[in-house]
């Protein structure tokens, strides 16, 4: 039988990948640099996912037990691919903490990292404790602690969440859309009216991007039945009255400016690229896209293919994903891989 | 439909029936106000890519309505009337009439760039209000502004004599603007100068605005530049469907 699959990454999309071929009867070398599997919605500690509402621990959880599980999947935690070489069919990978890999091909499940709110300091955070994350917010409530100002634990009144921090702007080089915050940030005002039905949530968009049947659900869903209130303006600055903060900026529609009190700002964070791709591209050989997220060659015959021959990538590591999306590439990138192995393996034969 | 907020109404758009019963009712005069509505009746689709063809307005097309520029802005701050994102929406979709509202507010830009740091689509909102400005002068809607003849006035000086006099730039301005020379501020800070500055100094900053120096050799550059810019003012006019030379 031939080498195996190595996977490197084992969020959504690699262990959508891993379960795939393995399940084909491939081994699978899973490779992680944190000390879990899981990925962003498992180290970050999401809360309850869209569109299905389960929570992130079991959801995900269920795709890591079902990875560490299967006898064809052997993980490694707490390492990195620091060297790779040969060629597509044999390819030998050294790892950090020792150790060599012969592998018949690989795929990057590398994903994202997200954007750093410090990068926006006009929008506070950093500043003032009560601006927070989506992903903070997310832990909020997966912790079971709720929704609580950081600076002295109050249920907030009045909570906004700012859309696009850290997406679409040139100004610091992001013109991507993430494509799930819009999403993610109505479904978090669904949960704070939920657990604060007193409080009031109004999300700052310059376009909302509830595509395909989120719609209805998250968009009108968080509007009808819980009257969560859009605004459409960019706000200029978050600041403070000692108090409270104070979210700054036009309401395009009314052609006025805005100057209104919030217990809480929540930044809608986006999906940068995995701060390692720089390291990944020069390790694996492959190309960035123009906006530093790993290179896909082709958009329809081989959907996973990069630069490389034989190194395949899925997820949110070529470009902002949803898990959904993620987990679809992983197994079209296992197909790809076992497909591409047995390529070179009969090739040999010949 | 009848209201009752006049104020909020264009006066333009109120119609009131002197003499009218209907049903038996007579709703003469105020009681019969109608307000005329507001219907946006035509496009100019010429009207961004001219913008667009002016020095400035190249980026006009990016703008996606966001308000960072007018959240940002000095003025607006001032005026929530200078609007710079309203006018930019106006522009790409060739809403002439109601740019037009606004010609006398326009040109007030301070040119302070908050707009353009702000702007996530690098569209340079700065450069856009120069450009309308720019525009509406060309077109004849306004007159020349106040910062426009300043800098006919300090380029005028440059081109000319391949230098810079500023008390001559000042003279010239308030000239051109119709200003009196003895402005407070500025008979302060001379009195100041002559108190503070040797002698000598003085003598000669005093034959410099008599007469002034140039730059020598400088006839050379100077028909250059001049060239060029008849060349681009003739390449605006020509953006805007204007004749090659205008009204100088
Ligand atoms: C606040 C927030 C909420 C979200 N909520 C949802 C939601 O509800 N529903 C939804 O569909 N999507 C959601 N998303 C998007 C979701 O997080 C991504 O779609 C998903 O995580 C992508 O999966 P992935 O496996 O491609 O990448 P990741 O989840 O980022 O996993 C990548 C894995 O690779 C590992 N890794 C990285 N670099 C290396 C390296 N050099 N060597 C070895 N291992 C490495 C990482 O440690 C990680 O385990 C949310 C995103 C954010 C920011
Ligand atoms: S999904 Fe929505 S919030 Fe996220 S970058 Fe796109 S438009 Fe902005
Ligand atoms: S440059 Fe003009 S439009 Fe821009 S912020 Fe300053 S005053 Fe406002
Ligand atoms: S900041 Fe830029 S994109 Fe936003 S409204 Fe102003 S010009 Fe348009």
New binding site residues.
Partial sequence: MSEPILI????????SAAHAAASAGRKVIL????DR????????G?A????SHEW?ADAIGAMVKRVVENPNVEVRLN???QAFSGEPGAFTATLKDGGNISAASTIL????T?FDSVNKPEWGFGTYPDVV???QV?QMISSGRGVRCPSDGRKPDRVAILLCVGSRDRQIGREWC?K??C??SS?LAMEIREELPNSNVYIYYMDIRTFGLYEGEFYWGSQEEYKVKYIKARIAEVTSDGKRLLVKGEDTLVKRPISIPFDMVVH????DP?V?NM??SSVFGVDLNKYGYIGRANTYTTLCQTSRPGVFV????SG???????IAQ?SAAAIAALNFAAGAVSAAAE | MPIHEKSLIRPENLREQENLVIEGMDVSGHWSTFIESRAVTDYNEALQEEIAALPGGENIHRCWQCGSCTNACTVNAVNPEFNPRYWIYLIRLGMEDELLRDKDIIWQCVSCNKCTYACPRDVVPEGVMKATAHWLELKGHTPKSPSMLFDEVFAGQVIKTGRIEDGLVLRDFFKRTGQPLNQPWLVAMVLGLVKRFPLAYLIKLGIATIRPDRTRGWGRARDAINEYAEEVEAQNRKALGLGAKGAK
């Fill in positions: 490197v990454g084992g969020g959504p999309a690699g262990l490779v992680e640099k944190e599997l899981g990925g962003a919605p498992i180290l970050s999401y309850r996912l869209v569109p992130a390492t990195q691919v499940t590398t994903g994202f997200h994350t989506t992903t997310e993430s799930i915050c999403t993610v479904n809608a964070v986006g999906m995995n390692d390291t990944l899925a997820g949110a590591a902002p994903e949803t898990i959904d999306d993620s992983g």
